[in-house]
């Protein structure tokens, strides 16, 4: 490697372990390192180092987050969990999974994954412990289901992945990537359960004594949430139906409820994740400078020299998912998923497979007390019970760290599922 390739790539390192040690975003590190190479020392002008500037993602980033903030704000939101809840009807035992498919449901319509967390932790912690369900078990089964409903063809990674993918010349196919993201996560939800059930903690010995949540009568939908409900159904026939970007539906469904409260206008805008925006631009920004001065395909050309392909997929499995339990999941897919570029060009194995066992990889190691699904888990548990959750979340996260990309590779790599 040059001088030109070794300095990029040492700065994006320094990125990773600042960003780590910090509460800093990597994004805004990344724009500023993205002048810095650029201007001084390959002498582009801005417009050239803007000239991978993912505006598309951030419009879709923006979109989908300011609709949802109103979501939350109006009710609509709490009012489809109180009515998933009632629907069990008193079977404590498919409280994860309803919790699991409210998650999923949720990040599919293009909640991001720590939304959707957030929203959903307070009232399923609160009722793991009032039904003596293990809250590390109730924690997993939100993550997972989050996790599950992560990559659809609405939400925002699905959508940065298909467009990383489609932008480094090896499309894939997003109904693909959903299902085997959703597929991956029901199967390690059955096998948590195997798991707690075996170690004897399906019940825990600590729950009944108190619990947070709303035990009033089922509210109807009524004014603002009757409409923002229709809008979601709109948003699915728009973007399904006729293939309209899901961005600008986003944003004229956002548009019409803001319309309708305008008073509360200004928080609505405060719900957009300016935070992801720019960690999505700003990652993208550097990697496509790197790319440029042909970082990636130098480091593609080393790991191609480890051998057999499917090795150096199994490795980068292994290597973002490592990474993704102490950083951004989203920063490490914007750097990991270009480097599947000349090992697809090189092989027979599948794009939508390989970039999908990678995606998966990075995200449901997010259990990890160090990312922020799992923080909101720890966060949400008793304050007696605090150090109990953290410490146990930490033991559950580092098996999902062995087994998770292990058993992503193995389904969609070399089985070739998709």
């Given at each position: 490697?040059?001088?030109?390739?070794?300095?990029?790539?040492?700065?994006?390192?320094?990125?990773?372990?600042?960003?780590?040690?910090?509460?800093?975003?990597?994004?805004?590190?990344?724009?500023?390192?993205?002048?810095?190479?650029?201007?001084?020392?390959l002498?582009?002008?801005?417009?050239?180092?803007?000239?991978?500037?993912?505006?598309?993602?951030?419009?879709?980033?923006?979109?989908?987050?300011?609709?949802?903030?109103?979501?939350?704000?109006?009710?609509?939101?709490?009012?489809?969990?109180?009515?998933?809840?009632?629907?069990?009807?008193?079977?404590?035992?498919?409280?994860?999974?309803?919790?699991?498919l409210?998650?999923?449901?949720?990040?599919?319509?293009?909640?991001?994954?720590?939304?959707?967390?957030?929203?959903l932790?307070?009232?399923?912690?609160?009722?793991?412990?009032?039904?003596?369900?293990?809250?590390?078990?109730?924690?997993?089964?939100?993550?997972?289901?989050?996790?599950?409903?992560?990559?659809?063809?609405?939400?925002?990674?699905?959508?940065?992945?298909?467009g990383?993918?489609a932008?480094?010349?090896?499309?894939?196919?997003?109904?693909?990537?959903f299902?085997?993201?959703?597929?991956?996560?029901?199967?390690?939800s059955?096998?948590?359960?195997?798991?707690?059930?075996?170690?004897?903690?399906?019940?825990?010995?600590?729950?009944?004594?108190?619990?947070?949540?709303?035990?009033?009568?089922?509210?109807?939908?009524?004014?603002?949430?009757?409409?923002?409900l229709?809008?979601?159904?709109?948003?699915?026939?728009?973007?399904?139906?006729?293939?309209?970007?899901?961005?600008?539906?986003?944003?004229?469904?956002?548009?019409?409820?803001?319309?309708?409260?305008?008073?509360?206008?200004?928080?609505?805008?405060?719900?957009?994740?300016?935070?992801?925006?720019?960690?999505?631009?700003?990652?993208?920004?550097?990697?496509?400078?790197?790319?440029?001065?042909?970082?990636?395909?130098?480091?593609?050309?080393?790991?191609?020299?480890?051998?057999?392909?499917?090795?150096?997929?199994?490795?980068?499995?292994?290597?973002?998912?490592?990474?993704?339990?102490?950083a951004?999941?989203?920063?490490?897919?914007?750097?990991?998923?270009?480097?599947?570029?000349?090992?697809l060009?090189?092989?027979?194995?599948?794009?939508?497979?390989?970039?999908?066992?990678?995606?998966?990889?990075?995200?449901?190691?997010?259990?990890?007390?160090?990312?922020?699904?799992?923080?909101?888990?720890?966060?949400?548990?008793?304050?007696d019970?605090?150090?109990?959750?953290?410490?146990?979340?930490?033991?559950?996260?580092?098996?999902?760290?062995?087994?998770?990309?292990?058993?992503?590779?193995?389904?969609?790599?070399?089985?070739?599922?998709?």
């Open positions: 490697m040059t001088a030109v390739q070794i300095i990029p790539l040492a700065i994006l390192v320094v990125m990773f372990i600042v960003a780590t040690k910090w509460p800093l975003n990597i994004g805004v590190m990344g724009l500023v390192a993205s002048f810095g190479v650029g201007y001084f020392m002498g582009m002008t801005d417009r050239e180092i803007l000239a991978e500037f993912p505006a598309s993602i951030v419009l879709t980033i923006i979109g989908v987050t300011y609709f949802f903030s109103m979501a939350q704000r109006n009710g609509t939101i709490d009012i489809i969990v109180q009515t998933c809840v009632r629907l069990v009807r008193g079977r404590t035992l498919l409280l994860p999974w309803v919790f699991f409210m998650a999923a449901a949720l990040t599919a319509l293009g909640t991001f994954s720590p939304a959707a967390v957030a929203l932790a307070p009232a399923a912690i609160g009722f793991a412990y009032e039904s003596r369900i293990h809250p590390v078990l109730m924690g997993a089964f939100i993550i997972n289901g989050a996790h599950a409903g992560g990559f659809s063809p609405l939400s925002v990674a699905g959508v940065l992945v298909h990383i993918a932008e480094n010349g090896f499309p894939i196919s997003q109904g693909s990537l299902a085997a993201s959703f597929a991956v996560n029901l199967i390690l059955v096998l948590t359960i195997v798991l707690f059930a075996l170690t004897g903690r399906l019940r825990d010995s600590k729950g009944g004594q108190h619990a947070d949540v709303d035990t009033s009568p089922s509210r109807r939908p009524h004014g603002q949430q009757i409409v923002t229709a809008l979601i159904v709109v948003m699915l026939v728009c973007t399904l139906g006729f293939r309209m970007p899901i961005g600008f539906v986003a944003l004229s469904a956002g548009l019409l409820l803001a319309l309708i409260n305008i008073k509360e206008h200004q928080t609505f805008i405060g719900g957009i994740s300016w935070s992801t925006v720019l960690l999505v631009a700003g990652m993208i920004t550097y990697v496509s400078l790197l790319q440029h001065v042909g970082v990636i395909d130098t480091l593609a050309g080393h790991a191609l020299a480890l051998g057999a392909p499917l090795v150096i997929a199994l490795v980068l499995c292994y290597v973002i998912g490592v990474g993704s339990a102490f951004s999941s989203t920063a490490l897919l914007t750097a990991f998923i270009p480097l599947a570029g000349p090992l060009a090189t092989s027979s194995l599948s794009a939508s497979g390989t970039v999908a066992a990678l995606a998966i990889a990075a995200t449901v190691v997010d259990v990890s007390p160090f990312s922020t699904d799992g923080a909101l888990i720890v966060a949400n548990a008793r304050e019970d605090r150090q109990r959750v953290y410490r146990q979340l930490m033991a559950y996260a580092g098996a999902v760290v062995l087994a998770g990309p292990l058993l992503a590779w193995a389904l969609l790599v070399p089985m070739g599922i998709v």
